[in-house]
């Protein structure tokens, strides 16, 4: 597609429920981000995909959290057991990295709005 | 202490006017600095980036970086209320792990 698309754009869920978030990157983007953004919040760091690997997971909150990339392509984020806490809007971007000549931009979807009630 | 360190404002500034925004750093490994914009319940789009200290303008936009002082700024110079929005800075290393380290964001608002 021509961005990165991200669904649900809005998800409520009770409390101890699984959620699972999807992203779409901008096809030939071989680096993929998740991150949190909570009211008033800046972003925060969860995740970094370089193809199907994440060399960096420091930012996952718990172990409830997890995230997949399969074919270089789509990314998942599963949230389990959710707590009210877990209440934010979750963005996901991808790029092509500096390495590998790319300016490094990130090119972020329009989010998926998690509201555990 | 955070690694990036960004006032949250609100600012309010009349048409017109210069503006200022500023993120202090820790990291000294940090090489590449970039400012977001991000209107309301969209995702950030990129303003400004930069690898180097010193300025860097485009148009009404100007990106300042001082590594001594791990100190970046943007400037907006005539600044309209379509330029209302909250401006965020990132920074990342250029080698290792790519992982962008985001300020709080600034929320501007620029008043007609």
């Known amino acids: 597609g021509a961005g990165v698309s991200q669904s649900p754009s809005n998800k409520v869920t009770e409390k101890g429920k699984d959620v699972e978030l999807r992203c779409d990157p901008i096809?030939?983007?071989?680096?993929l981000y998740w991150y949190r953004q909570s009211l008033g919040q800046g972003l925060e760091f969860l995740i970094y995909?370089?193809?199907?690997?994440?060399?960096?997971k420091s930012g996952l909150p718990s172990d409830r959290f997890s995230a997949e990339r399969t074919g270089g392509s789509v990314s998942t984020l599963t949230i389990q057991r959710t707590q009210q806490e877990d209440s934010a809007v979750y963005l996901c971007?991808?790029?092509?990295?500096?390495?590998?000549?790319?300016?490094?931009?990130?090119?972020f979807g329009e989010g998926s709005r998690l509201t555990v009630l | 202490q955070k690694e990036v360190e960004q006032d949250p404002g609100p600012l309010s500034v009349p048409e017109g006017a210069i503006v200022s925004l500023n993120c202090t750093y820790s990291?000294?490994?940090?090489?590449?600095f970039m400012w977001y914009r991000q209107y309301s319940r969209k995702g950030p789009e990129l303003l400004m980036y930069?690898?180097?200290?010193g300025n860097k303008e485009d148009g009404r936009f100007t990106a300042q970086v001082d590594k001594s002082s791990k100190y970046i700024s943007l400037f907006i110079r005539d600044s309209q209320p379509s330029d209302s929005a909250t401006y965020l800075c990132?920074?990342?290393?250029?080698?290792?792990?790519?992982?962008?380290?985001f300020g709080t964001g600034t929320r501007l608002k620029v008043l007609a």
């Open positions: 971007a991808s790029s092509l990295v500096l390495a590998s000549g790319g300016t490094g931009e990130l090119f």
């Open positions: 096809s030939g983007h071989t680096a």
């Open positions: 995909f370089q193809g199907n690997s994440a060399p960096d």
């Open positions: 990291n000294s490994a940090f090489q590449y």
């Open positions: 930069t690898y180097s200290s």
């Open positions: 990132a920074m990342t290393m250029t080698s290792g792990t790519y992982k962008y380290i």
